[in-house]
């Protein structure tokens, strides 16, 4: 191999060295911006391949995509004066890559702590001015909407990016408070449970009242209807004996003599003391008690 031949392929590979490290392709999924000793001089690239001139320019890519900004729980105050604890998120995508630059000087981490700043700032001023239950679950869509709206307009200006949506995790109360907060719930929920105890047993003794009362209504009903039985029996016992007497006296009186005996010497050793020309042992002196 001559010398002609070995400067040949020297300069081919200077030349596949110089073109690879001056071209570059810029994807879809890609924001990019091209500087020239530090100094932004190019920020309007489309997917593609461009060139650039070594050791002159310098390329910087962005992730164009929807990135996260998970932020860890801040205390914050709300309209009751009540400290909590809130954890949130957020999507962004780069929307002005030169500004998002200049403002991060390219570092993404300066990008998430700066909108993680201004994610809880504008939380804790809608969060001050609202209680508990609006924040939780009254107006947190209503919130969460003009959170996103505010910290776009904001986004957009300062970092040059695109704020997707805002969306709190969780909301919690810090942990020095929280076992004081559960023993006025549980005592709260005790004194309900008091109250729906001594209401129960007002209602059980209501009813139990009204029951004795129709117990003893009904007792003294059925008495009533018992001796009005009673009493037309009697009366037609009466009556029947009456007609029987009438009809016939002598055997009227037998019979009632059989069934006086019959009831007081129902045992042997029943006993009876009476003066034997009594009235009672008629009958059995003589069969026609006579």
């Known amino acids: 191999m001559n010398n002609r031949t070995l400067v040949i392929i020297a300069a081919l590979l200077l030349a596949v060295l110089a073109i690879s490290s001056s071209a570059f392709v810029v994807k879809e999924t890609e924001k990019a911006v091209l ?3 530090g100094e932004l001089i190019r920020t309007d690239y489309e997917p593609g391949l461009y060139f650039k001139i070594p050791l002159v320019h ?7 995509r929807i990135q996260t900004v998970d932020s ?13 604890m809130v954890d949130s998120y957020a999507k962004y995508r780069i929307f002005d890559v030169g500004r998002f630059y200049v403002a991060t000087r390219g570092d993404e981490r300066n990008a998430v702590r700066l909108l993680a700043e201004q ?29 996103t709206k505010n ?3 904001s986004a957009q200006t300062d970092l040059g990016v695109e704020i997707v949506d805002v969306r709190v995790k969780r909301i919690d109360l810090p942990p020095e408070v929280s076992e004081s907060v559960f023993q006025r719930m549980r005592a709260g929920r005790e004194l309900e449970a008091r109250d729906h105890r001594a209401k129960g047993q007002e209602a059980s003794e209501r009813v139990r009242a009204n029951a004795d009362r129709q117990k003893i209504v009904i007792e003294a009903e059925a008495y ?3 001796e009005e039985l009673r009493g037309a029996g009697d009366a037609e016992a009466a009556a029947i004996y009456a007609s029987a ?26 006993m009876l003391l009476v003066d034997p020309e ?8 003589d069969p026609e008690g006579k």
């Open 119 to 147: 994610i809880n700032n504008r939380l804790r001023n809608q969060f001050g001015v609202r209680d508990l239950h609006e924040v939780v679950s009254g107006q947190r869509d209503e919130l969460m909407a003009e959170i």
């Open 35 to 37: 500087l020239r000793f």
């Open 224 to 226: 009533r209807q018992s």
């Open 58 to 64: 310098e390329l910087r890519k962005f992730d164009a």
């Open 245 to 270: 007497f009438n009809k016939d006296p002598e055997f009227y009186r037998f019979t009632r003599s059989l069934k006086a005996y019959q009831e007081t010497f129902q045992s042997k050793s029943d």
């Open 278 to 285: 009594s009235e009672f042992f008629r009958y059995l002196k």
């Open 151 to 153: 910290l776009n307009k």
């Open 72 to 84: 860890s729980p801040v205390r914050m105050l709300n309209s009751e004066n009540k400290f909590m």
